[in-house]
């Protein structure tokens, strides 16, 4: 059936490093673009990412330009997000998220990987 | 940044009565607009896209409607598995893609 999977979370500290990945199966992976969305304790959801199907074109949020990367391996179905100089409000559920054929909503959705940034 | 407002936060509905979500854009986002619900620990769930068309396997029970800055989500009749947060998204101006605040939908 059609999935998404993240891994990749976990306590860091403050100024530190994460790559979170994401791998489906299912679907043909190389035909979607893919986004990745994040939710705070409690809080709504927020739009991280967005890579076009063939990796040709990405975006990512205000919040997170500079400081995250997001990169996808069409061959092993993978969607990836690195991320640097985390800080603590960058601590959320990070989910990875299919693009809808017919529209930039997000079809499909992975369970989310936790990230906590603590000293 | 289109900034995505819903109203209520929280609607208190019985089950089988009608639930009225509101979704409001800050600028016209024409028809280009999802909703999602969210069940605690779950990741969300695609319903509704292009403001008015459901997604595959979701009931009819749920409608959207609307277009340009006003948008409205309907469950016709509340079933006990529709109790949940709702959010809008919109995806007419974009980066960013935004999210609405979400309104919880609890039993009365």
């Known amino acids: 059936q059609v999935q998404l999977v993240e891994s990749g979370g976990g306590l860091v500290q403050p100024g530190g490093s994460l790559r979170l990945s994401c791998a489906a199966s299912?679907?043909?992976?190389?035909?979607?673009?893919m986004h990745w969305v994040r939710q705070a304790p409690g809080k709504g959801l927020e739009w991280v990412a967005f890579m076009r199907y063939d990796g040709s074109i990405q975006y990512t949020a205000d919040s997170v330009k500079g400081r995250f990367t997001i990169s996808r391996d069409n061959s092993k179905k993978t969607l990836n997000l690195q991320m640097n100089s985390l800080r603590a409000e960058d601590t959320a559920m990070y989910y990875c998220a299919r693009g809808d054929e017919n529209s930039y909503g997000m079809d499909v959705w992975g369970q989310g990987t936790t990230v906590t940034v603590s000293s | 940044e289109i900034v995505m407002t819903q109203s209520p936060a929280t609607l208190s509905v019985s089950p089988g009565e009608r639930a009225t979500l509101s979704c409001r854009a800050s600028?016209?986002?024409?028809?280009?607009l999802a909703w999602y619900q969210q069940k605690p620990g779950q990741a969300p769930r695609l319903l509704i896209y292009?403001?008015?068309t459901r997604a595959p396997g979701i009931p009819a029970r749920f409608s959207g409607s609307g277009s340009g800055t006003e948008f409205t989500l309907t469950i016709s009749s509340l079933q006990s598995d529709d109790f949940a947060v709702y959010y809008c998204q919109q995806y007419n101006d974009w980066p960013p893609l935004t999210f609405g605040g979400g309104t919880k939908v609890e039993i009365k």
């Open positions: 299912g679907f043909t992976f190389s035909n979607y673009a």
């Open positions: 600028q016209s986002v024409s028809s280009n």
């Open positions: 292009g403001a008015s």
